[in-house]
């Protein structure tokens, strides 16, 4: 009877411990499930504090805290990456602070042509729209594409017409006009004619290009695991001809895949589309099997300087990493990681 008492009591005990081990094996794949976090960039190039003024820093580090927190709530309330992108861009267009949506920067023609993208990591579907002139939040109509029609890319008239259709916001161009864009075209202008004139004048060619830029984007990871990722801009000050950058380029500019990562660009658009940025990444992690640290390190630091550009993305991976990675002098910057800690940073 002992030995069947004994029996008994030492196979509940290993049947209560396997349950216990069933629990600890359980609980963390809950948890990681619910990991969720946000990086958010506003822009990177020559931002210098000696440039900076202390009220203007204090009005940078307000936008990019009231953008990241408003992103990261919606995360917290169970909500899903996409919107949380799309939130969140939205409040960096409505700023005249960068250029993207109200801050945009003109054209060669005094005019202001806006771009975006958003990627689904989840579906793969992405949207992306480019060179149009009355959307108030680019971003929403990239949107839009995605989820109302078959297609991936819509530029000029026809997709504000598809805007218009599909209650997409629309204004007035004069609602993007801000003194400051104004006045940095007409010093673009003047710096562009002088450079011009002298090389022409000692018989070899010059390369104009705008040394600061604003662009914006947002990369999320929600509690279900999905990864979006967005970005939108004003392209570059005094661009001609329609030129259209990375920033609304699927693979260039944007990229999420929960499988490895979610990437958001800015920086010197030609040099991002013919490195192909955002995915160069992505796919270094899918291939290689390099963390996301290394991949953003090789394409940012290398790969993209070693053929002459600059700039910088942020980037978050399917743990939850967060990765800022620029080779300018500085990116405006913002998150909140996993543990919930924030970091608003602009110089390098």
Same mark, same amino acid.
């Given at each position: ?19 216990? !081990?069933?629990?600890?094996? /359980?609980?963390?794949? %809950?948890?990681?499930?619910? +990991?969720?976090? /946000? %990086? ?35 995360? +917290?309330?169970? =909500? ?46 992405? =949207? ?9 939040? *680019? ?65 070899? $060619?010059?390369? /104009?290009?705008?040394? +600061? ?16 990722? =967005? ?16 920033? *609304? ?27 192909? %940025?955002?995915? $160069? ?7 290689? !099997? ?12 290398? +790969? %993209? *300087? ?20 620029? !080779? ?21």
């Amino acid at each position: 009877m002992k030995s069947l008492s004994t029996c008994y009591l030492a196979g509940l005990f290993f049947t209560l411990l396997g349950c216990n !081990n069933k629990e600890n094996q /359980i609980k963390p794949s %809950v948890e990681a499930a619910e +990991k969720f976090c /946000i %990086v958010i960039h506003g822009g990177a190039g020559t931002i210098l504090k000696e440039n900076m003024t202390d009220s203007l820093e204090v009005a940078y580090h307000h936008v990019l805290d009231l953008a990241v927190s408003k992103g990261y709530e919606i995360l +917290k309330n169970g =909500g899903n990456s996409l919107d949380a992108v799309t939130q969140t861009i939205m409040i960096l267009e409505d700023s005249p602070l960068f250029n993207a949506g109200k801050g945009a920067v003109f054209t060669n023609e005094g005019k202001n042509e806006l771009d975006a993208s958003i990627m689904d990591g989840k579906s793969k579907a992405a =949207g992306a729209v480019a060179s149009v002139t009355r959307v108030k939040n *680019p971003i929403t109509l990239a949107r839009a594409i995605m989820e109302v029609s078959e297609h991936v890319m819509m530029v000029g008239p026809g997709a504000e017409k598809f805007a218009e259709q599909n209650g997409v916001e629309l204004v007035d161009p004069n609602y993007f006009y801000t003194a400051k864009r104004w006045e940095g075209l007409q010093k673009a202008k003047d710096r562009e004619k002088t450079e011009l004139d002298h090389a022409a004048a000692l018989h070899y $060619d010059v390369t /104009i290009k705008d040394q +600061k830029f604003g662009t914006v984007g947002c990369v999320a990871l929600d509690k279900k695991g999905n990864i979006a990722a =967005g970005t939108s801009t004003g392209g570059m000050t005094n661009k001609r001809y329609g030129r259209v950058g990375d920033a *609304p380029i699927i693979g260039a500019g944007t990229y999420a895949d929960n499988a490895t990562c979610g990437v958001s660009a800015t920086g010197w658009g030609e040099f991002f589309i013919r490195n192909v %940025v955002a995915y $160069d990444i992505a796919a270094q992690m899918q291939y290689k !099997n390099v963390s996301l640290a290394d991949a953003a390190k090789e394409t940012i630091q290398k +790969k %993209v *300087p070693e053929m002459g550009g600059d700039g910088g993305i942020i980037a978050i991976d399917k743990d939850g990493n967060i990765i800022m990675e620029f !080779n300018t002098a500085g990116m405006y910057r913002a998150s909140i990681d996993k543990s919930g800690a924030k970091t608003i940073a602009i110089y390098k």
